[in-house]
């Protein structure tokens, strides 16, 4: 029992899968930060077996993998939250709004609270359950402005359910630290090599630069199916041993470190974590003008928004900064003091 006498509410938090990923993360900061007293918090995860870690618990909250598809996974979906006796359930992006509405139709009846983390659609099938998944929602969790307006747009999503909670930031790990500036300008993105993140941009946009500038870094933290293409153009373009893939890496805070300069390529986003965990770290950023990201920077104070699928914005911005160390350290103080109080 809590101290007023009553049971914490039994949340059920369904997800499409739990490996690397920024709704990922949100739900595990989630996690770590909710009030045991008030919640007690359950996870779906409805990714087969291989979507999900292996273990029964996601930071100490149990875990529930869900497997299958269409109308069975829902009702695997109902039966499991069902049996958990869930009093509230909470979704994470289009696919598991999809999946959280259809197992309420199958007698779950608890209040449901869909969430949008990006501009992007999912197909026909998705966007016609998000379309009444939405309009039944008793609030529908969005984590910028731009992303409200875009379901409002796209899915006919009523406003006045939607709530605007900007992604946080562990200020703890992402912090500025000493570095010797006697080493090579470098240049860090962090991000999974897929065609969101629009990896090639990154390494053209490069490519320029290191003609102009030599003897400086570019180091691309993350891994993806397109790897094999941008391992491919790295050769092509004569930048090994300027360019470093570093992989997946889950101490990003350590490269970010050693950085100057923190750019973002992406060709859509919804509030991309990594711009916070880099400015939080002290970092200029230079990031496409995609979802949210212009509610996390003001161009040319914290950094500059560049247009999307414009490598001429990253190479006029990145060579003016590389270039002007006093303004780079006055757009990283701004950044972290942004980014920090986040």
Known sequence: MTRQGREPTRVALV???????????????????????????????????????????????????????????ARRLADAMRA??????????????????????????????????????????????NLVAFRSSARIIVNSRQVGDYIVQRYAAPRQAIEVVYNGVDTKRFHPLDRNHGDALTVVTAGRLVAQKNPTLFVEAAARIAAAFPGIRFVMLGDGPLRPAVEAQIERLGMKGTIELAGERHDVEKGFAQADLFW??????????????????????IATNVGGTSELLEHGHEGFLARPEQIEDFVTYGLMLLRDSQKRLEMGEAARGRGGGV
């Not at 690397?20 to 996870?43: I, K, M, N, S, Y």
């Not at 869900?66 to 069975?72: D, V």
């Not at 509030?271 to 770290?281: D, G, H, K, Q, S």
Request: net charge positive.
């Open 15 to 73: 997800i499409g899968q739990l490996t690397v990923g920024g709704a990922e993360h949100q739900l595990r900061e989630l996690l770590r930060g909710l009030d045991r007293h008030r919640f007690t918090p359950f996870v779906y995860c409805l990714a087969n077996a291989g979507g999900a870690e292996s273990g029964t618990e996601v930071e100490s909250a149990p875990l529930r993998t869900i497997g299958a598809k269409g109308w069975t996974r």
């Open 264 to 285: 973002l390529t992406s060709s859509w986003e919804g509030l991309p974590n990594v711009v916070l965990e880099a400015m939080a770290c002290g970092l200029p950023v």
């Open 84 to 129: 958990d006796a869930v009093q509230l359930v909470h979704s994470w992006l289009y696919i598991a709004n999809t999946y959280a509405w259809a197992a309420r139709r199958q007698g779950l009846r608890v209040p449901l609270v869909t969430s949008a983390r990006n501009c992007k659609s999912q197909g026909w099938v998705h966007h016609a359950a």
